[in-house]
């Protein structure tokens, strides 16, 4: 049997009119009232009609993009900005607004969940997997409530992300056209799916070469350039030591690139360096640095266009894109053309 307002407000001891206004996010009630009676709709599966039924009439036209302000990664950089103006381009013409909403994990009555989703700020949101926790979408899921992940997510769910795997193909593939053969990986944490969908492609392009993985060449820490320097010191005055490496990032390949000069390794004639991204200044280092362009702007687009299908219709089946990176071949890896 469904549960209706009446049941709540029974369990919880109030009127109506109270939960009502609990749903509402009412100034006039307290936290303490707000908190009890949350916690009574969660407990009995209580789903607002008007979050399951997304009627048009109650629109708010506006799309929640979830951040963590506490992660500067998350919003201190290019990629960010790119993305809020891929789904800028998307919603605006159909009139929509976009609100940025800090995701406050730790405050229950200042958590998104209330502040957005509960109480019809939003018709929909968009966030990226390291802020979607499972249990955010399950709860997400029960409500009814149209969301998007930029990053691959545990299903049910929809989500846009760049095809990783490929991208590690692709880099370790061109160093193989380049005539290296010996080719280590540093960056990135070792469980983050990010990290294992890249390494993953790189293991593949080895094993389809013919070319064993060794273990102590895939060098695991933060997607840095200290890092990067640290692990590239090491690996370059090894007894065994690479032709090449595939950089988790940018800043990691500065880093490489550090080490590389300090050792007096020439790159690209004895060392070749490719990396994810071309964010900030891939093609003014020295060598120019051979990328992979991923191109947030159209990771923005996508994810926009994938929420509005789905406030348009709820019924709608869990999607997923992969998006295709670019190879920019640059001299630090061009040893053919030497």
Same mark, same amino acid.
């Given at each position: 049997?469904? #549960?209706?307002?009446?049941?709540?407000?029974?369990?919880?001891? @109030?009127?109506?009119?109270?939960?009502?206004?609990?749903?509402?996010?009412?100034?006039?009630?307290?936290?303490?009232?707000?908190?009890?009676?949350?916690? $009574?709709?969660?407990?009995?599966?209580?789903?607002?009609?008007? $979050?399951?039924?997304?009627?048009?009439?109650?629109?708010?036209?506006?799309?929640?993009? %979830?951040?963590?302000?506490?992660?500067?990664?998350?919003? %201190?950089?290019?990629?960010?900005?790119?993305? $809020?103006?891929?789904?800028?381009? #998307?919603?605006?013409?159909?009139?929509?607004?976009?609100?940025?909403?800090? #995701?406050?994990?730790?405050?229950?009555?200042?958590?998104?969940?209330?502040?957005?989703?509960?109480?019809?700020?939003?018709?929909?949101?968009? =966030? /990226?997997?390291?802020?979607?926790?499972?249990?955010?979408?399950?709860?997400?899921?029960?409500?009814?409530?149209?969301?998007?992940?930029?990053? &691959?997510?545990?299903?049910?769910?929809?989500?846009?992300?760049?095809?990783?795997?490929?991208?590690?193909?692709? %880099?370790?593939?061109?160093?193989?056209?380049?005539?290296?053969?010996?080719?280590?990986?540093?960056?990135?944490?070792?469980?983050?799916?990010?990290?294992?969908?890249?390494? /993953?492609?790189?293991?593949?392009?080895?094993?389809?070469?013919? $070319?064993?993985?060794? !273990?102590?060449?895939?060098?695991?820490?933060?997607?840095?350039?200290?890092?990067?320097?640290?692990?590239?010191?090491?690996?370059?005055?090894?007894? &065994?030591?690479?032709?090449?490496?595939?950089?988790?990032?940018?800043?990691? =390949?500065?880093?490489?690139?550090?080490?590389?000069?300090?050792?007096?390794?020439? @790159?690209?004639?004895?060392?070749?360096?490719?990396?994810?991204?071309?964010?900030?200044? !891939?093609?003014?280092?020295?060598?120019?640095?051979?990328?992979?362009?991923?191109?947030?702007? !159209?990771?923005?687009?996508?994810?926009?266009?994938?929420?509005? &299908?789905?406030?348009?219709?709820?019924?709608?089946?869990?999607?997923?894109?992969?998006?295709?990176?670019?190879?920019?071949?640059?001299?630090?890896?061009?040893?053919?053309?030497?």
């Amino acid at each position: 049997m469904k #549960v209706t307002i009446s049941d709540i407000a029974k369990a919880a001891n @109030v009127a109506k009119s109270t939960v009502s206004k609990v749903l509402n996010d009412s100034p006039k009630i307290s936290q303490d009232t707000k908190r009890k009676v949350r916690e $009574i709709m969660q407990q009995m599966n209580y789903i607002p009609s008007s $979050i399951a039924t997304g009627l048009a009439r109650q629109s708010s036209l506006n799309i929640g993009l %979830l951040v963590d302000m506490s992660k500067e990664s998350e919003f %201190l950089n290019q990629f960010f900005y790119n993305i $809020i103006g891929g789904i800028e381009s #998307v919603i605006g013409p159909l009139n929509y607004e976009l609100t940025l909403s800090n #995701v406050q994990h730790d405050h229950p009555e200042g958590h998104f969940l209330n502040r957005l989703v509960r109480s019809k700020r939003v018709d929909g949101l968009i =966030a /990226n997997n390291s802020v979607l926790t499972e249990e955010l979408s399950i709860e997400l899921n029960r409500l009814q409530f149209p969301y998007i992940s930029i990053g &691959e997510i545990i299903p049910p769910a929809s989500w846009v992300d760049f095809d990783n795997v490929l991208g590690g193909r692709m %880099l370790t593939g061109h160093l193989l056209e380049q005539g290296y053969s010996a080719i280590a990986f540093i960056g990135g944490q070792q469980f983050e799916t990010i990290f294992t969908h890249r390494c /993953n492609g790189f293991r593949q392009a080895l094993m389809q070469a013919g $070319i064993s993985v060794n !273990s102590n060449w895939i060098v695991n820490g933060q997607s840095d350039e200290h890092a990067g320097y640290q692990a590239a010191l090491e690996l370059l005055q090894s007894e &065994e030591r690479p032709d090449s490496i595939v950089c988790m990032s940018s800043y990691v =390949a500065f880093g490489v690139l550090q080490a590389a000069k300090e050792l007096g390794i020439h @790159v690209p004639s004895q060392l070749g360096i490719a990396a994810f991204d071309e964010y900030p200044l !891939s093609r003014y280092t020295t060598p120019p640095l051979t990328s992979l362009n991923i191109d947030t702007f !159209s990771l923005g687009v996508s994810s926009g266009h994938l929420l509005m &299908e789905r406030i348009r219709n709820s019924d709608l089946p869990s999607r997923y894109l992969l998006l295709e990176p670019e190879l920019i071949p640059r001299e630090s890896t061009l040893r053919n053309s030497i």
